[in-house]
């Protein structure tokens, strides 16, 4: 597919031959590594950690675009991220906005 937009020699250089012993090592049991993305281009292999902006939670009641348009600056910013390491690490935000939703209700 890339042959008709790509010279010959980065061709040979991103061939399949360098990501299936990433591959077959992830695999492998003594690989400690599991759950990563890893990013990879002829023999190059970087794993990238995902970071997430602090986030804005909605107004009680006001679940529209507009909403989201005032808060989105703030969904965007990434000026001091987080860095989630499990599943576990997605609930407390949440839970957070669980929570003002229920006080702002009392």
């Known amino acids: 597919m890339t042959a008709t937009v790509m010279p010959e020699e980065m061709l040979q250089a991103l061939k399949p031959e360098y990501v299936a012993p990433v591959v077959a090592y992830l695999c ?16 190059w292999v970087a794993k990238l950690k995902w970071s997430r902006a602090k986030g ?31 599943t576990q690490d997605t ?7 669980v929570e003002s939703h229920k006080n702002a209700k009392l």
């Open 28 to 43: 492998h049991e003594s690989c400690e590594d599991s759950g990563g993305l890893f990013e990879m281009g002829a023999g």
């Open 56 to 86: 804005a939670t909605m107004p009680p009641n006001d679940a529209s675009p507009e909403a989201v348009k005032k808060m989105w600056s703030k969904v965007t910013d990434f000026a001091d991220p987080d860095f989630p390491e499990s």
């Open 91 to 97: 609930f407390p935000p949440v839970m957070a906005a």
